[in-house]
């Protein structure tokens, strides 16, 4: 969407160039930068590969780069062989150059404020002034899906990037009660899925209704339970998404110990129903930790709008932090679990949502 770019592959490097003057670089550039795969991205001014090329490209893209500095240092690189210059040649020319055009400017070899490249490639010369972090990680999808379980709390948004970042494509799975929960509750969801897709480009986001659920627990269970017995169901809903929409993972927030339902006790008892294993990338990770990366990848502002989450409807006041399995199954064989599960599973819609919409 930011416009007309031509994009081709050398070696481990893709180039990305803009096929007219008017596309918007900058922009390119901040995209780009959102792409799992890419180790580093550079901004560099291309142009052919003689040295008056080099030297005008030099003077056009480096003021902009320099001002304001004080010392720098100009290297090359050299995987152009033919060139007729070494490296350590064109380097000198062309911090040379760069003296001329900035005099203010002094050369320290040792600790420059600012490195300038010259890189001589396959087809170009590249200019520019270092490399900047990509996103890194492995290209989104490579690793198949992964089904997310997208609360609207601050843990499971960072669990959904951690993964893609690992090459699974999202699908989110996502649980309300309604009217215990808010259509703002689910707005707020969706849009975190939205901030998500910065980095996830599309998120097909599968709703499920848990209020009958909620209550056949509430008037049947008993409360020390009901948390456990909401997540199994949770986990039973989420086998069945993962199976329709060909999901090889379930991915939670959870982080061991966080609170009364995520005990190793606990995490026993629900995983006992999960069909596909359950990847928990915050599993090692204090609060304060995945707070830093929700801010860093942008969905804490919307994390911490105050709606409920139906998790928090209906909460025990002195929840079961070491379960038994047993006593787990005897406190569901109270209810039609079938059934219940049937019509839950019956209740779910999708909504799509996509970047730049
Ligand atoms: P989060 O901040 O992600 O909500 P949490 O610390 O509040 O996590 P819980 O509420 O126990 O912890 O939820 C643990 C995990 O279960 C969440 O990270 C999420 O993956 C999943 N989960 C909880 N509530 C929902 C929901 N309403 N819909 C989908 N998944 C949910
Ligand atoms: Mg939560």
Redesign the pocket.
Known sequence: HVGDFQIRYAQSTVYIEPQTDGEDVDEMFEQVKKVFGFASVTRAAACEKNMEAIFAAARAYLPAKLRGCKTFRCEAKRSDKLFPLKSPEIAAEVGGEILEAMPELQVDLTHPEITVWVEIRDRMAYIHAGQERGAGGIPLGSGGKGL??????????V?GYMMAKRGLFIDA????SYPYTSEQARQK?LELAHELCEYCREIRVHVISLTHIQEMLRDNCDEEYF?LLL?RF?MELANRVAEEKECKAL?????LG??A??TMAAICVTDAVARYPVLRPCIGLDKEEIVERARQFGTFDT?ILPYE????VFTPRHPKTRPELSKVEQQEARLDKEALLQEAWDSRYTVAVRQFE
């Open positions: 997310l379980l997208l609360s609207g709390g601050i843990d499971s948004p669990a799975l996502h649980f309300e969801v948390t997540r949770m991915i939670t927030g959870e982080s966080q609170v339902s995520q994390s989450d139906c998790c928090t």
